[in-house]
């Protein structure tokens, strides 16, 4: 056993001082203001930021604040080069969207959390072929699925190769010492304007019959299902997406559109447009990969056709006849950087548009609970 005490310990030793932080002393730690402006992404100030400093040493701790102060923030962290991450409010106010694997700036993820409510089976509400093997929230076996929460709205910014010299102190010296240094204070500004990496997508199908529509669901897959932080990139991860508030418009005596409107992270990493084509067309005409959309429309950069699924389920009038469509859209998909719209418009010349077969309305002849009959009893004498 005694033999055994030197390796053990030699052992314990090497363990102890694997990925072992550096002690930062008070005094090593640096003055650096924040400048944040956030007016690319909203019309005023949000309540609070939280702010992330990674060093390019992944050896070296992080450091992260949250703060109230969210123009002029003073922080301090050692002498060295960080990537910063800034977002708007504290990662604990989103109730949609998780903040995972924050320890390091090549790693550090926000995502959309998982639906609470969906059905049992992706087959089972859109029949088959409603699913890729690309969407790997998916077990093939049983069919049982992952649906994600749309993401809520929120500012991100990342700031590369943050450069934190050594000052001549930090806010660690004592008061009386201050004025003999005064002369000497460095002062390090770095600026910051956070934009939404949240991408709303636009969707509008054409329906011939619209007369027999009842009720609407449908699902997206192949978006981001997050972004990257400190690459500010969306992540190569896919994800599913409920589709549930539609709204209708009817254009003719047969036909109309449906539409709805989802927040979401965005195309994949990873996605490479087959084709560009310069838009530019009339305002107000609708989008379609042919011709320009709106003004300012340039440089659309159309994907693969399967890249992007749309499918739909659709009950119509009689309350029990089920039509099932799925859409490959990756080729109608138009970006518009102004806004942040991807925007997929399925018209009239879209092939295997839904043309619903005519059924009679549930309960077409007016009320017709079972009403006992009136009874002919004759006359019957009322006293006044």
Not at 74 to 82: A, E, I, L, R
Not at 221 to 241: E, K, Q
Not at 298 to 322: F, G, K, V, W, Y
Not at 335 to 345: F, G, H, K, P, R
Request: net charge negative.
């Amino acid at each position: 056993m005694r033999k055994l005490m030197p390796a053990l310990l030699l052992l314990l030793a090497m363990v102890a001082g694997c990925r072992r932080p550096k002690f930062v002393a008070a005094e090593d730690m640096y003055n650096a203001i924040l400048h944040t402006d956030w007016s690319a992404y909203q019309s005023k100030d949000p309540d609070g930021m939280t702010a992330w400093f990674f060093p390019a040493d992944e050896t070296e701790k992080s450091y992260r604040y949250t703060s109230a102060n969210v123009r002029n923030f003073k922080f301090n962290v050692p002498s060295g080069t960080y990537t910063a991450v800034v977002i708007d409010y504290s990662p604990a106010e989103y109730g949609k969207q998780e903040f995972v694997d924050m320890d390091y700036a090549s790693t550090a993820l926000v995502q959309a959390t998982i639906s609470g409510s969906q059905p049992d089976s992706l087959k089972e509400l859109y029949g088959p072929g409603c699913w890729r093997d690309a969407i790997g929230s998916v077990r093939p076996e049983t069919g049982l699925y992952e649906v994600s929460n749309q993401p809520e709205p929120m500012a991100l910014d990342t700031l590369h190769d943050m450069r934190v010299k050594s000052g001549k102190y930090g806010y660690y010296i004592p008061y009386e010492e201050r004025d003999s240094y005064q002369a000497e204070i460095e002062v390090q500004d770095f600026y910051s304007r956070p934009v939404t990496p949240i991408w709303e997508l636009r969707i509008r199908v054409f329906v011939k019959g619209f007369p027999m529509l009842y009720e609407i669901e449908g699902s997206v897959a192949g978006l981001a299902h997050g972004r990257y932080l400190g690459r500010n990139l969306p992540s190569s991860t896919p994800c599913l997406i409920s589709l549930t508030d539609w709204s209708t418009m009817q254009t003719g005596e047969n036909e109309g559109y449906i539409n709805v409107t989802l927040k979401t992270f965005g195309l994949m990493a990873g996605l490479r447009p087959h084709q560009i084509v310069d838009t530019k067309a009339d305002e107000g005409t609708i989008p379609t990969k042919q011709s320009a959309v709106m003004a300012n429309w340039a440089n659309t950069a159309l994907l693969s056709p399967d890249d992007i699924r749309l499918n739909l389920r659709l009950r119509l009038r009689d309350h029990a006849t089920i039509c099932n469509y799925h859409f490959d859209v990756g080729e109608q998909i138009i970006s518009y950087d102004n806004q942040l719209v991807l925007y997929v418009t399925l018209d009239r010349n879209f092939p295997g548009i839904p043309d619903l077969p005519y059924v009679e309305p549930y309960n077409s002849a007016g009320f017709d609970a079972d009403v006992t009959p009136w009874e002919d009893v004759g006359d019957v004498d009322i006293t006044m």
